[in-house]
C-alpha cells in the first residue's frame, strides 16, 4: 500500500506530467481558459489515461510480453488509446453535448496527446505491474487536471488584471505556466 501511495504522490504531484515532464500542453494551453472546460478534459483525461493504462499494461504484460512483441507496444498502445478516446467523444457527445461543443477540437487530441501514450510507456519502462500502472496512469491524469484547473483559475483571474502590452496574450500564459512550474519543483523533495 505504501509502494502505490509512493508512486500516486510522485506521479500527481512530484513528476507532473506537465509541469514537470512537459508533456499534454497542447489541451494545457488550449482548453486552460475556462474552469468548467478545464475541468471538463481533466475528468476525460482521468478517464481515458486510467483506462489506457490498465489495458496496456494488461497487452504488454500478458501479450506482448510473453509472445516476444515488445517492439509493437507503441502501435497497440496507440491503437487502445484511440479505441477509448473514441468511446469518451461518443458519452460525451450523448450525455454532455455543452461540454463536447466546448472542448471542441481538443477532445479529439487527447489521442494524439503525448502524456497519455508517455505513461502508457513509463509504466513499462518502470516495468509496473498491472496496478502500479494503474494507479500511476490515474495519478498522472489527476496531475495533469490539477494542473489545467490551477491555470484556468489563473487565466481566469488574470482578464481582469492589467497586463503589460506585450505580455497580453499568450506571453503571460507561458510565463505563468514556468511560474507554476517553477511552483511544483518546490515538491521535488518529497520523494
Do not use: H, W
Amino acid at each position: 500500500m505504501k509502494e502505490l501511495l509512493i508512486i500516486a504522490v510522485g506521479a500527481a504531484v512530484v513528476n507532473n506530467v506537465v509541469l514537470s515532464q512537459f508533456l499534454g500542453l497542447c489541451p494545457f494551453f488550449g482548453v486552460s481558459k475556462k474552469i468548467e472546460t478545464a475541468a471538463g478534459m481533466g475528468g476525460a483525461v482521468i478517464f481515458v489515461i486510467t483506462l489506457s493504462s490498465l489495458v496496456t499494461s494488461l497487452i504488454y504484460q500478458f501479450v506482448l510480453s510473453p509472445l516476444d512483441m515488445g517492439y509493437m507496444q507503441t502501435i497497440v498502445f496507440i491503437l487502445v488509446i484511440a479505441a477509448l478516446v473514441q468511446f469518451v467523444e461518443m458519452f460525451l457527445k450523448k450525455a454532455m453535448p455543452a461540454l463536447y461543443q466546448s472542448l471542441g477540437v481538443y477532445l479529439p487530441l487527447i489521442t494524439t496527446n503525448c502524456a497519455v501514450l508517455g505513461v502508457a510507456v513509463i509504466n513499462v519502462q518502470k516495468s509496473y505491474n498491472v496496478l502500479q500502472g494503474t494507479v500511476n496512469g490515474f495519478a498522472t491524469a489527476v496531475g495533469f487536471t490539477i494542473a489545467i484547473v490551477l491555470m484556468a483559475g489563473l487565466r481566469e483571474k488574470m482578464e481582469y488584471n492589467d497586463v503589460p502590452k506585450y505580455f497580453q496574450g499568450f506571453p503571460i500564459v507561458l510565463l505563468t505556466a514556468g511560474l507554476m512550474a517553477i511552483a511544483f519543483f518546490g515538491f521535488s523533495g518529497i520523494i
